[in-house]
């Protein structure tokens, strides 16, 4: 029961990684008994399971997630939003009035319209049918005000970090509200720009050096730098 | 060149463009070439220069080709105007629908189709220079472009093509052997599956002979396959190493 390859190993699709005893993980396959890769990405195995951390995804939806998303259309009974999966979600408008939805009485246009951002989250989402969101929850409903970045949707877990540790330092050393889409859209909201900019600043340097070791010790030290400048910026002035 | 050559291969098995029989014209492959394609690729192999963009998985259109089980894999293969020495209509012509719907089914094996209902992946092969064996450029360049766009797949694709001129079974014709010559056999392969997903034949062959040919065209896609994967890990290789 052979593995075929090293810790971290660039691989490609259509590559063999293992034979025999083994459990296919994400951007796997099963063929006659052996695991092959299915995307480009970076292998890695936990126990006898065997994974692939793709380099290039899209984001497919999934019941629960959180989503950041473009509102497209506004129709009949509800939203069209693009949440930059292949399927395109929709938002009914009943979901979003706390009252029952009488076209008569509402113009819906008037709560959301073509260009707004939400957050939302996925409510229902079969092979059959377009995802559903829900605003329905505290923290969700329409975006006002803060920056919109967007990154690979596979690197949000390694923004999130272990047990949530690389996001809740930086929400606490940039004063910075952040939210992630799953869809890899962030928003980031804080007090002041320069607080924002430092945000988004950090996330992009997590996304291009995402599968490097000890990164959440450098991005300590980056916060750490870039704080101590602002205070000796404010001294000056 | 309009004058038919007595020879295509001499007695001591040089062809016209100095290769052995079994060997392959120069390739060189390049990905994620085009910035505004969710996957991409570029191939030069021999004369050859072929483009291939790659879009999705994202909504159907037009809406009736949709499934609602699967994914749809749409190809357009499209030769320039400029591709040819005689200017080629931009119009698509018989030869190019039927190469599309060719290289379509030459990548769907590759594909997890199942997986994606209702959806579609688009992928333009656009041919800038042409020289024989387009179709088999065509296919080894969709497939990286593809790859590179984050749809998993089960294999790289490669398209490879042998044939025969005059009594000598040799790889990857270019366009003079494949007019003048006796056959060609264009063969699609996924080299870690051991699985054909393209054959074709133009011209007669004996059994024989057409499964040496067969075989020929798989070893040549073997060699593809190894500087396509090395293609592909060289773009991704390139982002690592800014990340050290």
Redesign the interface.
């Known amino acids: 029961m052979p593995t075929f390859f090293e810790k971290k190993q ?1 691989v ?5 990684l293992a034979e025999g005893d083994y459990l296919p993980g994400e ?1 796997t ?1 099963v ?1 006659a008994n052996k695991i ?1 890769a ?3 990405g970076l292998v890695d195995s936990d126990n006898k399971k065997v994974n692939v951390v ?5 984001y ?1 939806p999934k019941m629960g997630d959180i989503v950041i998303g473009t509102v497209i259309e506004v129709g009949f009974n509800g939203w069209t939003v693009n949440i930059k999966a ?3 979600a929709m938002l009914r408008a009943s979901d979003v009035l706390s009252r029952p939805f009488k076209p008569q009485n509402d113009e819906l246009s008037q709560v959301l319209t073509a260009g707004d951002l939400i957050v939302a989250k996925i409510a229902t989402f079969d ?2 049918h377009d995802p559903q969101l829900t605003v329905g929850e505290p923290g969700l409903g329409k975006i006002t005000r803060g920056q919109i970045l967007h990154v690979t949707p596979t690197k949000i877990p390694r923004i999130i970090g272990r047990k949530g540790s690389m996001i809740s330092m930086i929400k606490q050393e940039t004063n910075c509200q952040i939210i992630l889409g799953l869809n890899g859209v962030i928003l980031v909201t804080g007090k002041t720009l320069e607080e924002e900019e430092l945000a988004i600043s950090v996330i992009r340097k997590i996304e ?5 070791s000890g990164l959440t010790d450098r991005i300590t030290q980056l916060l750490k730098e870039k704080k101590v400048v602002k205070v000796e910026e404010n001294v000056n002035e | 060149m309009n004058e038919k050559p007595e020879k295509l291969i001499d007695k001591k098995g040089i062809r016209l463009d100095g290769r052995k029989a079994d060997e392959l014209r120069p390739v060189k492959l390049q990905v994620g070439v085009l910035s505004h394609a ?2 991409s690729a570029y191939i030069e192999h021999g004369k050859n220069k072929i483009l291939a963009a790659a879009f ?4 159907v259109h037009p809406k009736h080709l949709m499934q ?2 699967r994914m749809v894999l749409k190809v357009r293969y499209h030769m320039a105007p400029f591709s040819v020495q005689e200017r080629k209509s931009p119009a698509p012509s018989r030869r190019e629908v039927e190469l599309s719907k060719v290289i379509k089914e030459s990548l769907e094996p ?1 594909l ?1 189709l199942e997986l ?4 579609g992946v688009d992928v333009f092969v656009e041919v800038l220079q042409a020289d024989g064996g387009t179709r088999c450029a065509a296919i080894t360049a969709a497939a990286l472009a593809i ?10 694709v490669v398209g490879c093509a042998a044939g025969k001129i005059d009594d000598t079974v040799v790889l990857d014709l270019y366009d003079a052997e494949d007019k003048l010559g006796a056959a060609d056999v264009p063969v699609a392969y ?4 051991n699985a054909i997903t393209l054959l074709q034949m133009d011209g007669i062959l004996q059994p024989a002979e057409f499964e040496k040919a067969v075989n020929m065209a798989v070893e040549g896609c073997k060699k593809i396959y190894e500087m396509q ?1 090395e293609a ?2 060289t773009k ?2 390139v ?2 190493e ?3």
């Open positions: 660039l490609t699709p259509g590559e063999m951007n396959y063929e092959y299915s995307r480009i793709a380099l290039r995804a899209f497919m292949p399927y395109t092979r059959a291009e050096e995402s599968h490097t | 969710d996957g999705g998985p994202r909504e609602p089980d590759a997890f994606y209902p209702r959806t790859a590179d766009s984050g749809v998993p797949m089960r294999d790289l996924m080299p870690s599956l994967k592909l890990k991704y290789m982002v690592k800014v990340e050290e």
